[in-house]
């Protein structure tokens, strides 16, 4: 059978107001640098997964827009501007009524697109008409929400999102998938994203070596 396709939102903040906990993380490095930094490099390995047929950035930040939008990514700017959910549910809205749409997280550098495509062929074989998330490494956040075409995304991202989303009827999704669980909110979570392999963007600011290229 032929991969399924995927329309994939990411809502992107104003990169000032971006992943505040990690300010100061890296001190010779602007903070606006280091949030766009994991931006490009989540956005870049998901347009290289081969289940994604469309990424659509969803954000009111010009220097972000215009990045991203370089890449390949559809810009659809944050009209609700009402936050995480709001911004989500307007990326899926874009996406069309008949796409599959898979939400995921900003914060991932990361990121194999294998991992992604992994990921979500698991909640294409899932059962039909059914919403799916995968949890951050902790267990307690989301990464990645999906949801089957004609179904409606509804995001519950936030403080314990993974118990929100099993308790909205969403069902995890258990697969091994380190990079794709690895997002990056503190010093420490960017530390163990660099164990793994960054991308190139973030792994230029920290100093790490970029994780080799990987077919998704």
């Known amino acids: 059978m032929p991969e399924p396709t995927w329309s994939v939102v990411v809502p992107v ?116 008409g059914v919403r799916r998330f995968v949890a951050d490494a902790p267990g307690s956040g989301t990464v990645l929400l999906t949801a089957p075409a004609g179904v409606p995304l509804d995001p519950r991202f936030g403080v314990a999102s993974a118990a929100a989303h099993a308790a909205s009827g969403a069902l995890p999704l258990g697969g091994d998938w380190p990079t794709l669980r690895r997002d990056v909110d503190t010093a420490e979570d960017l530390a163990t994203a660099a164990r793994l392999g960054l991308g190139p963007r973030t792994a230029a600011l920290t100093g790490a070596r970029p994780a080799a290229a990987t077919p998704g």
């Not at 989540?42 to 990045?67: G, I, K, N, P, S």
């Not at 069309?96 to 914060?107: F, K, M, Q, S």
């Open 13 to 128: 903040k104003r990169l000032p107001a971006a992943k505040s906990r990690l300010r100061g993380a890296l001190p010779a490095v602007p903070h606006e640098e280091l949030a766009l930094a994991l931006v490009a490099d989540t956005v870049r390995a998901v347009l290289a997964c081969a289940a994604v047929a469309e990424v659509l950035v969803v954000t009111d930040d010009a220097r972000a827009a215009a990045e991203l939008g370089r890449t390949g990514a559809r810009v659809v700017p944050d009209a609700p501007d009402a936050g995480l959910n709001a911004a989500f549910r307007h990326g899926a809205a874009a996406a069309g009524r008949h796409a599959r749409v898979a939400g995921l997280t900003a914060d991932l550098p990361a990121l194999r697109p294998a991992e992604l495509a992994a990921a979500l062929r698991a909640a294409s074989a899932g059962p039909p």
